[in-house]
């Protein structure tokens, strides 16, 4: 996603475009790996299944089978719920890009831009429009942090009387 979803980010100006279409792709992308990833783990539930208990009743067999059961079952387990988290990384990146699209309606809104989308302040001044719905142009968000880099915390002062 370097490059990608997030856009260019100038971190010496503190500025990173977002643009929806693309984390909507990034998105589709998530959802498809989980779902894959579901398909592997049921083929090798399957496959193990398959194979029965090959290590025998005897002391060495039953020890191993002690230890394997619960194992194989944390392990399917995990790896679904793994599944199910990658897929659930998509929905979110499709929640991040509409929450996008709104506030910068919104925002173009509240400056008076009417019904076009990313003409606000510092909001949607950045490069390579999207399409959006009904075929609207769409500019990608670009947010200044007045020299922050996105993502990390503002620094607040010890003394709050300052």
Do not use: C, N
């Not at 490059?3 to 909507?24: I, M, N, Q, Y």
């Not at 002690?66 to 990146?93: D, F, I, S």
């Not at 509409?98 to 606000?120: H, Q, V």
Request: no cysteine; aromatic share 4%.
């Amino acid at each position: 996603m370097a490059g990608g979803s997030t856009g260019a980010s100038d971190r010496a100006g503190g500025e990173f475009v977002l643009k929806p279409w693309e984390l909507h792709g990034e998105g589709r992308e998530f959802e498809k790996l989980g779902g894959e990833l579901a398909k592997a783990v049921t083929a090798l539930e399957r496959d193990l299944t398959a194979l029965g208990a090959p290590w025998g009743a005897d002391q060495p067999g039953s020890g191993f089978a002690a230890v394997y059961g619960p194992a194989h079952g944390e392990l399917v387990g995990g790896l679904r719920g793994l599944a199910g988290r990658v897929g659930k990384v998509g929905t979110g990146l499709h929640a991040m890009a509409e929450r996008t699209t709104d506030t910068d309606t919104s925002a173009a809104t509240g400056f008076g831009a009417g019904s076009g989308i990313g003409t606000g302040a510092g909001i949607g001044t950045g490069s390579g429009a999207g399409v959006g719905p009904e075929g609207a142009p769409v500019t990608p968000a670009v947010y200044r942090t007045a020299g922050a880099t996105p993502g990390t915390a503002t620094a607040v002062p010890k003394d709050m009387s300052v």
